[in-house]
């Protein structure tokens, strides 16, 4: 059973076009966090946050713990936005879960 | 930003050989993990720590040994290592009280023949 789903699973934009990248959970959490990769590279955290909506410049998390969802709205997309994100809720064994990710291409 | 390095970056191993990852941090984080990445499976969790001495079994241990001599370094051992465990892995560390709050080495390309 998939603990963590994400979707679309790939999506392909045009530069200065918003994405939006859905995450749903069976698992129970207190919080969400949302990692970036490049491919064939290092995880790095983009936002974290238990509830509500949480924004880091172009980048809003919007998180519903009773309803197990997460989002990320990724505003003005550019070339450099290109990669996986992944979806991370936390469990309440002092780790996290990942789902599979969305893989973003972002066209010229 | 923590830093988390892992060695070495790529290795290729013979089947039933002994494979030793290292990763190293130097923030004094409580807590280190080891994922392994594939394609169709995203991230998923091998052997994690709480601290020097101790080691816990995450999602999918099996094949997989992991030592924490230190608060700074954390191993991951194949013993008898098979194509099967072909992956890129990927050390991590974070606060005891933040699970949510890792931070990723570059990872190791690790290829069984």
């Known amino acids: 059973e998939q603990q963590v789903q994400q979707s679309p699973a790939s999506l392909v934009l045009q530069e200065a076009e918003n994405a939006e990248l859905q995450c749903s959970f069976s698992?129970?959490?207190?919080?969400v966090q949302w990692f970036y990769q490049r491919p064939g590279g290092r995880l790095v955290s983009l936002l974290y946050?238990?509830?509500g909506t949480k924004q880091s410049g172009r980048l809003t998390s919007t998180t519903v713990i009773k309803e197990r969802r997460s989002s990320l709205h990724i505003s003005s997309s550019q070339i450099t936005d290109s990669g996986t994100y992944l979806c991370?809720?936390?469990?309440?064994?002092?780790?996290?879960?990942f789902g599979k990710g969305t893989h973003l291409h972002v066209l010229p | 930003e923590a830093a988390v390095t892992q060695s070495p970056r790529n290795k290729v191993a013979v089947t039933g050989g002994k494979v030793t990852l290292s990763c190293n941090q130097t923030?004094?984080?409580?807590?280190m993990y080891w994922y392994r990445q594939d394609t169709g499976h995203g991230l998923r969790l091998i052997h994690y720590?709480?601290?020097?001495?101790?080691?816990e079994k995450g999602d999918i241990p099996d094949g997989y040994k992991a030592s924490r001599p230190s608060q700074e370094n954390f191993s991951l051992i194949l013993e008898l290592a098979t194509p099967s465990q072909t992956s890129v892995y990927f050390c991590?560390?974070?606060?005891?009280?933040?699970?949510?709050?890792?931070?990723f080495g570059p990872g190791t390309r690790l290829t069984v023949l």
């Open positions: 720590s709480y601290g020097a001495g101790s080691t």
């Open positions: 698992i129970f959490t207190n919080q």
């Open positions: 923030n004094n984080h409580n807590n």
């Open positions: 946050n238990p509830s």
């Open positions: 991370a809720p936390d469990t309440n064994a002092y780790k996290v879960i």
């Open positions: 991590a560390s974070g606060d005891r009280d933040k699970p949510h709050e890792q931070y």
